[in-house]
Every structure is written in structure tokens, then in C-alpha cells.
């Protein structure tokens, strides 16, 4: 089994269920006494959170690159990125270590195509649903289609992460905004919804919506115990 690296606490709220989903994806595989040799660096959100809206992308990626080094010094084989947004700098990260990072739009793709799924609708922090370095993962390499929400829509989807599920308030109102999203998504033509946020999951679910959800999280866990149990 190789070693997994964890760059987590973007928010510590879905770290934990990293964490979990892993170790029960092990031991299914294996067995109930086996759990997920890893290594979590957890970093404070609140720095990575003014460093976002700053538009610090530059530092934000110093972090990342130091927490990645950090994981190679102490043994992983491979690392993830426990959040969609920081795969923003996932490529300058990737430059300085040795040791692979497991891309989670890659990942989630992967399930999509699985599902024989084209056009796919995307929710996650502005910087998720507005920047180049998703979407465009999901289109240039992959064939998929992405429509996002409207403005005022990625407004409240960016303002419920930030402000309740990251701070752990998970509010019906706030599931209530999220579905009428979801169902404007399907209206416009998606097959499918991305979770393209690790706090997500924890607001959302497949009862919430008349197309299949991919969880990044879970699909991101999954795949990193897929790999680290790869002959």
C-alpha cells in the first residue's frame, strides 16, 4: 500500500471527511481492520482564505508547494489537494516536488465519462466556477461540456460555502438556494451536477436532484485509495 499525502484543512470541515472516506474505501478492499497508511498537513483556512480573495494566488501557492515538499520529506508517494480551489495552483505545485499530486478534476472526470455523460453543470467557489483552470481541465482534456450558474446564482452558491459550511453551519434555507440552482443547471441543458466543492457534500445530496451528483470529495478519496492500492 503506498502512502498517501493529504494537504488538508480548506476547510478542516471536509478534511475530516477525507479522512474518513479513505479509510472505509481501504477497508473495504481489504478488509475491517485495515485503514489508509497517510500523512494530513493541515493548514490555517483563514490565511488561505484572505490569500484567495486577496487574489495572492503567487503565495497561496508557496503554501501548497510547502506543505506538498513537507509530505514528500515525511514519506508520501502521492499527495492530494483536499480542496477544488487550490487546484488553481495544482500545476505550480506539482513543479516542485517529486512525488505525484492525484488532480481531483481528472478524478471526477473520469466518473462522468463513466456514466456516458457529456455536458455537466459545475458548482463551487467563484474562483471554481469563473476561472480557466476547471472548466477548461474539463473541456481541453477531457471533452466535457460545463455550464455554471448565473451571477446572482454563483454569488450565493460562493457566499454558503465561505459564510456556513466551511464555519459548519449546514441551514435547509441554504439547500433550499442550492436546489433551485441545481434545477436551473438541468433546465439549461446539464446531464449531471459537479460538487466542485469539498464542503458541498456535507449541504447536498443524490435525494436533492433530478440528475446524478459526483461528489469531488468522495470521488477524490476513492481515487487516491484506488492508486495507493495499485500494484
Not at 483556512?45 to 513537507?70: D, K, R
Request: hydrophobic content about 45%; charged content about 25%; glycine content about 8%.
Amino acid at each position: 500500500m503506498k502512502t498517501i499525502g493529504l494537504v488538508g484543512g480548506m476547510s478542516w470541515e471536509s478534511s475530516i471527511e477525507y479522512y474518513r472516506m479513505i479509510n472505509e474505501a481501504v477497508r473495504a478492499q481489504l478488509g475491517a481492520l485495515h485503514s489508509a497508511k497517510s500523512i494530513m498537513y493541515s493548514v490555517d483556512f483563514a490565511e488561505m482564505e484572505a490569500l484567495q480573495h486577496q487574489g495572492e494566488w503567487n503565495e497561496a501557492a508557496a503554501v501548497m508547494i510547502g506543505a506538498a515538499q513537507s509530505l514528500e520529506r515525511a514519506g508520501a508517494d502521492f499527495f492530494i489537494l483536499c480542496s477544488n480551489t487550490m487546484h488553481k495552483v495544482a500545476d505550480e505545485v506539482q513543479k516542485h516536488v517529486r512525488i505525484p499530486l492525484l488532480h481531483i478534476a481528472d478524478a471526477t472526470a473520469r466518473e462522468i465519462k463513466g456514466q456516458q455523460l457529456k455536458t455537466i453543470g459545475l458548482l463551487g467557489t467563484r474562483f471554481t466556477m469563473e476561472d480557466d483552470f476547471y472548466s477548461g481541465r474539463l473541456m481541453g482534456k477531457h471533452g466535457l461540456q460545463v455550464l455554471i450558474p448565473s451571477a446572482e446564482e454563483r454569488g450565493v452558491v460562493h457566499r454558503v460555502i465561505y459564510d456556513e459550511l466551511c464555519a459548519g453551519q449546514v441551514k435547509p434555507s441554504s439547500r433550499e438556494q442550492y436546489v433551485r440552482v441545481m434545477d436551473h443547471l438541468v433546465e439549461n441543458g446539464a446531464e449531471g451536477i459537479v460538487l466542485g466543492c469539498t464542503e458541498i457534500g456535507l449541504l447536498v445530496g443524490a435525494k436533492d436532484s433530478r440528475v446524478p451528483l459526483f461528489d469531488t470529495t468522495k470521488i477524490h478519496a476513492v481515487a487516491a485509495v484506488e492508486f495507493a492500492l495499485r500494484r
